[in-house]
């Protein structure tokens, strides 16, 4: 039985925030962030005092968890925000307003999966990225079950008809699989 100890183990925040092509001033959503706030936190110190990240999640216990980490860490530019990804309009962010999009273990959680990508994808503005983040559909001891993996050809079919264009393919992790895309 494989031991994994912490999130790094399994994701590393500063690799895949690399890979979402993340600068300074830039505004950022993790959509589906979760209780630690993995990503929200090396992402506000990427984009700086300039830049603002939306940690948003449908667990207000989640947010919760972020906001007293921000409070106790003294972060400005992060801004938690309760949302239902799986209805188009419902995360309170302007229109194509953001410059990344993330969505990282997010897709294998709902039945709904396009509608993420719909919501995701308006967020955007022309030229923003979304980066997806999935579980490899492989056998493992740990992680969601295989029939709630998401096939890596079914997004991209997905992300197509919405209006993006695969930018990069890679490696996000030994059990994971990224995906970057540019909303045309």
């Known amino acids: 039985m494989a031991t994994i100890t912490g999130g790094n183990a399994l994701l590393d925040p500063n690799y895949i925030l690399e890979k979402a092509k993340l600068g300074e001033g830039m505004r950022v959503a993790d959509l589906g962030c979760g209780t630690s706030g993995h990503f929200v936190f090396p992402a506000a110190r990427i984009v700086g005092k300039k830049g603002k990240v939306f940690a948003v999640d449908i667990l ?9 980490r921000v409070k106790v860490d003294n972060f400005e530019n992060i801004e938690t925000i309760w949302s239902n990804l799986e209805i188009f309009g419902a995360a309170k962010i302007e229109s194509s307003s953001l410059d990344v999009a993330m969505l990282i273990n997010t897709l294998y959680q709902s039945n709904k999966r396009g ?60 059990y994971h699989y990224g995906m970057l895309f540019v909303k045309m």
Do not use: C, H
């Not at 207000?60 to 007293?68: C, V, W």
């Open 115 to 174: 509608d993420i990508l719909r919501e995701a994808v308006r967020l955007l503005k022309k030229g923003g990225n979304l980066l997806v983040v999935e579980w490899r559909n492989i056998s493992l001891p740990f992680g969601p079950p295989a029939s709630e993996r998401v096939d890596q050809e079914l997004i991209k079919t997905m992300a197509r008809k919405l209006g993006t264009e695969i930018k990069e393919e890679f490696n996000a992790g030994q």
């Open 60 to 68: 207000k216990t989640a947010l919760e968890n972020i906001n007293r």
